[in-house]
């Protein structure tokens, strides 16, 4: 029971950091490749303000989720006059700076190689209660998100995406609704940041990596993109599809290889087969 | 410099890319109420005019007027706010937005488009009327049945049909529109003529036209120019230029001998 309650809570921060990345690639059209510098700064912000400050942990967290916004859109600010391929590969490199910066505070201030002890009140308290608050903080963003694209805003978001010119012809600034809606998906992900933290009581610079930011890109892109549900099922069905392979009954020395491989095939298969993901509603063709 | 003239006015204007030459002292009125129609070969410079005057490019020389008021220094997203929207050639539609929400995201001041005020009460009703609103101007082109499909898959010339009304969405004062017949269906023309002869003479919007399809100028325009050889070599009342013997000799003739 412990460990379904652990994997609960981890499908619902993972759905958080799809459901926010969708918002960018899926709805915007904008090739967010480095989303796991933002989890990192929310998990950091969180646990080092709880851990080393004493921070209520709540306070902490909607910390990580205002900071995490703010680090968002001051990155973005200089990425916005570039475009396309270009814009995306700006992005990977978030991965390698934020990664060198939680490194490399490491000697300077405690904590920031590892941090671990947080105290957590009762609503994170127990597995069980852990894993209620961070579904319904899922669902909250569910919620949300689905309100966003399915306001004036997201269509305004969408046709960013289709035809940014287009927009500013009709005297719609894209790069106002690219700066806003990136800097909510960042505090989003900030958010599932400190969540995380939570989830697994210890973080290093290593969970954050371009190995976090390429699972979120799967996430959604088995689930679909500009889809809210395909951001849920994505997560769901590849933590799920992950953890069953545990259970075959095979050398654990196997197993990981295995996942990885599976994984492989598993998205080379969809972008030959579906490209639309499972429920998407979009894809990059054109 | 110029007195307090309603509408659009282009004056002087000269432009080259580079070394290479495109226009000179293109001066060019498009008042109110009227269609103004810009003809002239391929690369004459007639989209460079509304390039420049959607502040896409900075001409060499020249002032664009609206209403009288200088504009200078915009960029192309400011040019609704200053009373001005163009359509492109090549349609440009968002083509995973139906046809409905095509014209609905070019309406302008929606409090739903912000974070806070789209969950506020009056953000929806706005959105209410705004679609009713996006309906009626789809009923005028009749194409109220394509409201709920994806605009992607639409024909060509119900694209560019949704692509003129998006403009018209803006609520601009001044249309500036780029070859709205071209590439469309025969059989959807006489729509677009009577969507352009609304828009001027029923709401009294100045139109600058850049077409190709003379019979649709003929029909439509009530001022012509003649854009050629990187100058205006004739311009005013459209059946007086129409019937232009230069105009004939330089450029119609040379349309229909081909």
Redesign the interface.
Do not use: F, M, N
């Given at each position: 029971m412990e460990h379904l309650y652990y994997l609960g809570t981890l499908i619902s921060v993972w759905i958080i950091v799809a459901l926010a990345a969708n918002l960018v690639i899926g709805y915007t059209g904008m090739m967010a490749m480095g989303q796991a510098a933002y989890l990192g700064v929310g998990a950091y912000v969180a646990a080092g303000l709880n851990v080393l400050l004493g921070v209520n942990f709540h306070l902490a967290l909607l910390a990580a989720l205002l900071v995490s916004g703010a680090v968002a859109a001051a990155t973005l600010w200089p990425l916005l006059r570039i475009g396309g391929f270009y814009f995306a590969l700006a992005t990977l490199g978030l991965n390698f700076v934020f990664f060198d910066i939680f490194h490399n505070l490491g000697p300077r201030v405690e904590g920031s190689e590892g941090l671990h002890g947080l105290k957590l009140p009762d609503l994170f308290a127990g597995s069980g209660a852990r894993f209620a608050t961070t579904a319904a903080l899922a669902a909250l963003c569910f919620l949300a998100c689905r309100?966003?694209v399915g306001?004036?805003?997201g269509?305004?978001l969408?046709?960013v995406?289709?035809?940014p010119?287009?927009?500013?012809?009709?005297?719609?600034?894209?790069r106002r609704?690219q700066m806003?809606i990136w800097s909510?998906a960042g505090a989003l992900t900030g958010l599932a940041g400190g969540l995380y933290a939570a989830t697994l009581f210890y973080i290093d610079p290593t969970l954050f990596t371009l190995d976090a930011s390429i699972l979120v890109l799967v996430y959604i892109g088995v689930g679909g993109l500009?889809s809210t549900w395909g951001s849920v099922l994505g997560v769901v069905l590849l933590i799920v599809f992950n953890e069953s392979l545990r259970y075959l009954g095979l050398p654990s020395q196997y197993v990981g290889p295995l996942q990885q491989a599976l994984y492989g095939l598993l998205l080379i298969g969809l972008m030959i087969f579906r490209r639309r993901g499972l429920v998407g509603?979009?894809d990059f063709r054109? | 410099m110029t007195s307090a003239n309603n509408g659009l006015r282009i004056d002087g204007l000269a432009m080259n890319f580079g070394g290479v030459f495109v226009f000179d002292d293109v001066t060019i009125d498009i008042p109110p109420g009227k269609v103004t129609a810009c003809i002239g070969p391929n690369g004459a410079g007639k989209t460079t005019i509304i390039n420049i005057v959607c502040g896409v490019f900075a001409p060499r020389a020249g002032e664009i007027f609206v209403d009288g008021v200088k504009l200078a220094g915009v960029r192309p997203f400011d040019t609704v706010r200053h009373g001005l929207c163009r359509s492109f050639q090549d349609v440009r539609i968002f083509p995973f937005l139906t046809a409905l929400e095509n014209i609905l995201v070019a309406m302008p001041g929606q409090s739903g488009e912000n974070l806070l005020g789209l969950f506020t009460p009056g953000a929806r009703a706005q959105e209410r009327a705004n679609r009713e609103k996006a309906r009626l101007l789809l009923q005028t082109v009749a194409l109220e049945g394509a409201a709920g499909r994806p605009a992607g898959e639409l024909p060509f010339g119900q694209q560019k049909l949704v692509s003129l009304l998006r403009a018209v969405a803006t609520g601009a004062r001044v249309l500036l529109l780029d070859e709205p017949a071209a590439g469309v269906e025969i059989d959807l023309i006489p729509r677009v003529v009577d969507l352009i002869r609304a828009l001027a003479k029923a709401e009294g919007r100045a139109t600058f036209l850049v077409e190709h399809n003379i019979d649709l100028v003929r029909e439509v325009a009530d001022h012509v120019c003649v854009l050629q050889g990187g100058r205006i070599i004739a311009s005013g009342a459209a059946e007086h230029v129409l019937g232009d013997e230069t105009v004939i000799r330089e450029y119609l003739g040379r349309v229909y001998n081909a």
């Open positions: 309100t966003i306001s004036p805003l269509r305004a969408r046709a995406r289709d035809r010119d287009a927009l500013a012809a009709l005297g719609k600034d894209p609704y806003l909510v500009a509603e979009y054109e | -």
